[in-house]
């Protein structure tokens, strides 16, 4: 069982930076790929950045290229999603999610594991 534990969100002004963190329990954790996704209220949790086991490959939707980076540090067992030029739009709840397998996916139903999710609020 693998548990992920996000951390980071807050309350910050448009056009401001936040960076979260997801701790895994599992060991190694570049065994398996990594996203992250969002959900708004009222609406469905969506894609927004992944990456592969080794780190080699990214992806992200089109709304955050440009502004979010996902990166992973096996070392410290944790994946970050460092978000700059933060938009009101990017309002939601972020969860980060794992699966065991070496690619990277933009698909919710292709991440076996979930966290609990940590609030982002972005001030006009």
């Known amino acids: 069982q693998v548990q992920l534990a996000e951390s980071g969100g807050g309350l910050v002004q448009a056009g401001g930076s936040l960076r979260l963190s997801c701790a895994a329990s599992?060991?190694?954790?570049?065994?398996?790929?990594m996203g992250w996704f969002r959900q708004a209220p009222g609406k469905e949790r969506d894609f927004v950045a992944a990456?592969?086991?080794?780190?080699?490959?990214?992806s992200y939707t089109d709304s955050v290229k440009g502004r979010f980076t996902i990166s992973r540090d096996s070392g410290k067992n944790t994946v970050y999603l460092q978000m700059n030029s933060l938009k009101p739009e990017d309002t939601a709840v972020y969860y980060c999610?794992?699966?065991?397998?070496?690619?990277?996916?933009?698909?919710?139903?292709?991440?076996?594991?979930w966290g609990q999710g940590t609030q982002v609020t972005v001030s006009s």
């Open positions: 990456i592969s086991w080794a780190g080699s490959r990214t």
């Open positions: 599992v060991r190694p954790i570049n065994g398996y790929g």
């Open positions: 999610a794992a699966r065991p397998y070496y690619d990277l996916s933009s698909q919710r139903s292709d991440y076996n594991y």
